[in-house]
């Protein structure tokens, strides 16, 4: 008997009372033990109420523990495994370590990242209060095609935060999750492929919770939830959520992935606008005209010349072209 059976006796009858003595015979202990966990799960943060009808757990922490994720989690796969830590370098980096041997769907999570990694080696502040995880994924697809992963976890996650708080969120090109403009998540897919078949995918997550963002520098031009809500939010609510979202967007990776390219589409703070393009070997202005089926953003440039480009990083410059010709 562990303290985990009876914090997932209470979270799944969370505000109603399950009696004392219940709890102790279906888990073949005595009510005296059982009331030494209550006490335990208490310290942790875990509000609950006692009386003479037994206990009730009025609240949870925001802690991001893998009993509290796995407690009530509606996934088949993803989460089934979670590796909770206080702080880690970088939950990249250490899924990337273990994703050779860990089944499709484990999670690695951190409360605090120390090197936390963005794009092109850039780096990403992950102090706490924010949800810092990455989703090993083995998705039956060939390398070509690993770009809609990230796609689908930049859906996924826009769709939750939708969902959970009704937040309005863009997507701005490639994988940035803006609310007002300013950026609240960001994600970074790295795979372990050979030339035919891709191992795994880590998807990095990374999600501005209950943080203030007036720590991270002005140019940054970055939010969180808490800031747009004006109160903090259950983290834990939040990676049960984002987990799901992420299983259902990546069911259909493998077959007619349109509906998805739609859905990021229709969420895009980029089309329409003008923009410029930043990659490893060109930098050019122009306006950005639509996501193609295989992720690339299609760029017109000011001669009429369409750019597909695949990789780099985007300025919002103005809105689109056209109202600075109609300004003329
Ligand atoms: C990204 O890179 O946006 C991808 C970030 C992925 C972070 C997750 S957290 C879990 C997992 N483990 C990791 O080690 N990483 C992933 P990029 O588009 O390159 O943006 C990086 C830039 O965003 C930085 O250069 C800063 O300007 C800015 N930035 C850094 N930390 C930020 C934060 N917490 N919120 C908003 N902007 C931030």
Not at 82 to 99: C, D, G, M
Not at 261 to 269: L, Q, T
Not at 280 to 305: I, K, N, Q, W, Y
Request: aromatic share 4%; glycine share 8%.
């Amino acid at each position: 008997m562990s303290r985990e059976e009876i914090n997932r006796e209470l979270t799944q009858r969370v505000g109603s009372w399950t009696s004392g003595q219940e709890m102790a015979e279906s888990l073949g202990i005595s009510r005296a033990a059982v009331w030494k966990q209550i006490q335990s799960l208490r310290a942790e943060g875990y509000k609950i109420e006692a009386s003479k009808k037994g206990y009730r757990l009025v609240s949870l922490p925001d802690i991001l523990s893998e009993d509290l994720i796995k407690s009530g989690l509606k996934t088949k796969f993803v989460g089934r495994t979670v590796i909770s830590r206080p702080s880690l370098a970088s939950t990249n980096a250490e899924a990337k370590k273990i994703a050779p041997s860990e089944d499709n769907g484990t999670v690695v999570l951190a409360e605090v990242q120390t090197i936390g990694r963005g794009r092109m080696k850039r780096s990403w502040l992950s102090p706490k209060g924010g949800v810092w995880m990455s989703v090993i994924l083995k998705p039956r697809i060939p390398p070509a095609l690993a770009f809609r992963v990230n796609i689908a976890a930049t859906v996924a996650v826009a769709r939750a935060l939708e969902g959970l708080y009704g937040l309005d969120v863009g997507i701005k090109w490639p994988n940035d999750l803006v609310v007002r403009e300013k950026k609240v998540c960001g994600i970074l897919t790295e795979i372990g492929a050979e030339m035919d078949s891709l191992n795994y995918a880590v998807v990095g997550i990374g999600i501005n919770a209950n943080l203030d963002p007036d720590s991270f520098p002005e140019d940054w031009k970055a939010t969180s939830i808490s800031r747009e809500l004006g109160r903090d939010v259950l983290r834990v609510k939040l990676v049960q959520r984002v987990l799901e979202e992420v299983e259902r967007a990546c069911g259909v990776m493998a077959s007619s992935f349109d509906q998805v390219i739609g859905e990021w589409s229709a969420r895009s703070a980029t089309i329409g606008q003008r923009v410029r393009i930043i990659t490893m070997s060109s930098e050019f202005e122009g306006l950005a005209e639509s996501l193609e089926a295989d992720g690339a953003l299609l760029v017109r440039r000011d001669d009429g010349t369409g750019e597909r480009v695949l990789a780099g990083d985007c300025v919002h410059l103005r809105p689109a072209k056209k109202k600075v010709e109609e300004g003329i």
